[in-house]
């Protein structure tokens, strides 16, 4: 019999396509024969005999000892996206910054130093700028394409880690990641991508030579605004290192938000790309709009990183921005203006939604931090959902006729 934790699939499974990983991977019934996972909402286990609880403890056997860091139900979230990721084994998290922190606790020491491209997510950038160098860790921000000035800022044997976004957040930004593993392996640190924009569905950073992958579940692997968690899928060897920091340190997934997550994986590839072929139209149509400077989505032939993006994605995400003419303001009339789309700073939704990046989710930057990372006082940044594009259309129109008001 297989242990709880073999992360294997079953051989009927091998060859399936994701489609049906994120609906059969890492089922294991119990013996009520249910048809659909089951939530194990229990903090702890009883063991058959007092060897046994000190060989579960010990770690000389498999099985379940607190749900801090062992839950049935957690664990098939788990092995669901390892499939889904082509990986050997995930580690939920409380959340996806509380992925990241894990990561960085798990590889990084005092002394250590991170390389990270400028364009990541504000609170990302928060924790790398503030919280590691109070642990004695440095970290260097570079220009996300610019593979050159990786290399010149990991010139250092205390280099570890390599961090990046692709696409990016909030300009969609594309790192070539094969050329950035390259890199990192010649200075034997860790490459680490962030894959939250593309999902599995779009994209396997794994495949391309990344070391490991961050998710902000919160987002399109939940996909409708409801759980907050996270994940970080890799090798089983190093997936072991961060189970030891989310066991000692507690920042664990609910078996309850990870069954939601469940879900959210069953419809993750038909909704990334309605996702997709949404924001591909929407993007094509802003373009045209005189009120707008640019617009920053992979998916339009003139985005410096759509070639990158064809080869390495299977599609372009649901995640735009554009700059708008007349700054802040004309940014604060169009987003009040807008009746359909949500405003709020989360992304992921089936309903879409819209956002002041420069004034909310990287709002804390400082202002030179901000204009490195090309968020302007007029970028609005949408994630488009799964609503009809005529009507989203119709929303943004309302948004360009405040403007010229």
């Known amino acids: 019999m297989k242990s709880e934790d073999d992360t294997s699939l079953p051989e009927w499974l091998s060859d399936a396509h994701a489609e049906t990983l994120g609906i059969r991977a890492g089922i294991a019934r119990t013996g009520e024969g249910e048809h659909g996972e089951p939530i194990f909402t229990t903090s702890s286990y009883v063991f058959d005999s007092a060897a046994d609880a000190a060989a579960r403890f010990s770690g000389d056997t498999g099985g379940n000892v607190y749900s801090r860091y062992t839950n049935p139900t957690v664990r098939v979230f788990e092995k669901r996206l390892a499939a889904l990721e082509n990986a050997e084994s995930a580690v939920g998290t409380a959340s996806g910054m509380s992925a990241i922190l894990a990561t960085c606790m798990a590889f990084l020491t005092h002394g250590d130093h991170v390389v990270c491209s400028r364009d990541v997510f504000g609170s990302t950038v928060g924790l790398f700028d503030k919280y590691l160098p109070r642990m004695g860790v440095s970290v260097s921000f570079v220009p996300l394409g610019d593979l050159d000035a990786w290399r010149a800022a990991a010139a250092t044997p205390k280099t570890k880690l390599f961090y990046c976004e692709t696409p990016s957040n909030p300009i969609c930004e594309v790192a070539d990641i094969r050329a950035l593993a390259a890199i990192a392996g010649e200075f034997e640190a860790r490459l680490v991508v962030d894959n939250c924009f593309c999902t599995p569905a779009l994209q396997k950073p794994l495949e391309h030579g990344a070391d490991m992958v961050i998710h902000s579940a919160t987002k399109y692997l939940d996909g409708q605004g409801r759980m907050l968690g996270g994940a970080v899928v890799g090798s089983a060897e190093d997936m072991a290192e961060i189970t030891n920091f989310i066991r000692t340190c507690g920042p664990s997934m609910s078996p309850f938000n990870a069954w939601v997550f469940l879900k959210g994986l069953e419809t993750l590839s038909l909704r990334m790309k309605a996702h997709s ?20 989505y992979s998916g339009l032939v003139d985005h410096p990183g759509h070639q990158l993006a064809s080869r390495q994605q299977s599609g372009f995400g ?56 090309g968020i302007t006082p007029g970028l609005v940044r949408i994630a488009v959902g799964l609503e009809h594009i005529d009507d989203l259309k119709a929303d943004c129109q309302r948004g360009f006729d405040a403007i010229s008001v």
């Open 277 to 296: 072929e949404n924001a591909y139209k929407l993007a094509h149509w802003l373009k045209e709009r005189p009120e707008i400077s640019r617009v920053h």
């Open 318 to 373: 649901g995640v735009l921005s554009f700059d708008l003419l007349g700054g802040q303001q004309a940014a604060w009339r169009f987003i009040d203006a807008a009746v359909l789309m949500s405003l709020t700073a989360n992304l992921g939704d089936v309903k879409t939604t819209i956002v002041h990046p420069a004034t909310t989710t990287h709002g804390r930057l400082p202002e030179a931090q901000r204009s490195a990372a």
